[in-house]
């Protein structure tokens, strides 16, 4: 009887929780158990209209993708996306904050507002102007590159080159949000150790390496974090811009998932990728965060 | 003298400075450059080469066969029913910000952290799921079923969170002792105490809402759904080869977010500095 009048003499920031509490448990928790049990399930639209038709295959579907060429081909090109994408996002954000931060004149805070444009830019938009911009026959590029007498490439055409174009194309997405956390950042660096390190005689080189990049460490380290996440779930630009093709060159696992789930309907292997693909996320990040242990602190 | 010479230094840095990041945005901003000159071409000059940098002959046809050729009123409609409420997802955000700032109460601790976790879980492995939830609750193919799994996000928790936890204690405690109740101390005191972090929030619910693609593409079977992204996608299916009429789509969905960004962009600044990212 206590508890019970306890309770509602403390009901208050339980009703202030309990839309978001609700609406995280029913769309993200109850889901992620969900999404484990149906991964050792042959659940597919048959089993969706009557759940009499599924049934538990244990570690099948597991199995199946260990020996699926596309999820491999996928699992390579995310790594792929990974590898060049994360150091060039993290390179030109930084770069640019740095630049952005020299002045505070009307001047850069337009080029801070056009840096960070892209990336409040609708995908499907993006991908609309940048599938345009790639065309081989009518695209800007190669018409700017046929001016300097080089052959029309085929932008989306070809595995590799088309990677690439979609690589491209995600950095320039991609380098508006890193930029502004850089910029915040930077602001937040006390100018007395500037200017301490001039009166030391330090030059601009040895205060960028020596004082701004170690302050920058806990920013360096979120965005490595956060952009390393994104990219192993590369997903939008792929799908719209070439659906995985040509010849599943630029297929990420991500869209594996997406096409067996809603292309395919096999609901029950697509989540059995999704839990590799969670696997390796968690994988990634506990690296890092054990790399940034090892880190002395400031 | 040295001061001078230093000073001269600076002087030409500084325009080097300037002129790099000229350039580097005007790289940048050939994409948005390229779309609004090329949706107002006619269907005869997007193809023409070499491609013209201005349109020679204007034309607004591309943006009315939007309207007319395509459905894009009503997904107008469907996208900005979307913005409006998903403005209740931020509501309900700032309430559990609160509730996690200003309250004592049991399991606080484990919910927050429960919280935070699902930041971590990917689109991906729940996308499945949730489908098959809402499947389940028959609200698969309807306005419901796109917005309620998107209402509450829990970096948007953590950042009212820590907002909040700035207010003292004394402003809540001295209008308890006048005797307002809960609920009218968080509408009528805390909100407006609030304004900058609803101001950041709300651009960034704004922008998300308006850009929103995939959920209503899974969830929206018919067309009467449709969103703008899902009808840009569906247009540069069905016109693959009119540009014109893809870029006036593309600038027609972009333009009005580069608007509300130009007007709020200092708040978006400030936010992420707020937000103690240092």
Partial sequence: ?298 | MNNKKSKIKLRIEKIVVSIVLVLGGLLVSIPFIWMITSSFKPESEILQVPPTLFPQNPTLENYINLFSNMNFGLYLRNTVIIVLLSFLGLLFNAMAGYAFAKYDFKGKNKLFILILATMMIPAQVTMIPVYLILNELGLTNTMTGIILPGLAAAFGIFLFRQFMATIPDDLIEAARLDGANEFYIFFKLIVPVCKPIFAVQGILTFIGSWNSFLWPLIIANDERLYTLSVGLSLLKGQYANNFALQMAGAAFMVVPIIIIFAFFQKYIVEGFTMSGMK
Avoid at chain 1, 266 to 277: D, H, I, K, P, Q
């Fill in chain 1, 1 to 298: 009887m206590g508890t019970v009048k306890n309770l509602m003499k403390n009901r208050h920031p339980y009703i202030f929780i309990a839309p978001a509490i609700i609406i995280l448990t029913v769309f993200s928790i109850i889901p992620i158990v969900v999404a484990l049990f149906i991964s050792f399930t042959d659940l597919n639209l048959k089993g969706l209209a009557d759940w009499s038709n599924i049934s538990f295959i244990g570690l099948e579907n597991y199995a199946s993708l260990l020996s699926d060429e596309v999820f491999h081909r996928s699992i390579f090109n995310t790594f792929f996306y990974v590898i060049f994408g994360v150091p060039l996002v993290i390179f030109f954000s930084l770069s640019i904050a740095l630049l952005l931060n020299y002045g505070s004149s009307l001047l850069f805070k337009i080029f801070r507002g056009v840096y960070y444009m892209p990336s409040i830019t609708n995908i499907i938009a993006v991908a609309v102007v940048w599938g345009y911009l790639y065309n081989t026959e009518y695209g800007l590029i190669n018409y700017l590159l046929s001016l300097v007498h080089v052959d029309k490439i085929p932008w989306l055409g070809e595995p590799t080159i088309a990677k690439i174009s979609l690589i491209i194309l995600a950095v320039w997405k991609g380098i508006g949000i890193n930029m502004i956390i850089f910029l915040a950042a930077l602001q937040g660096i006390p100018k007395m150790y500037y200017e301490a390190a001039e009166i030391d005689g330090a030059n601009r080189f040895q205060r960028l390496f020596y004082i701004t990049i170690p302050l920058l460490r806990f920013a360096i380290f979120f965005v490595t974090v956060t952009t390393l996440i994104g990219w192993l779930q590369f997903f939008e630009e792929p799908f719209i811009m070439t659906k995985g093709g040509p010849l599943d060159g630029t297929i990420s696992m991500s869209l594996f998932i997406y096409k067996n789930g809603f292309q395919f309907s096999e609901f029950g292997y697509a989540a059995a990728g999704s839990f590799v693909l969670f696997i390796f996320i968690i994988i990634v990040t506990l690296l890092q965060f054990k790399l940034r242990k090892s880190d002395t602190d400031y």
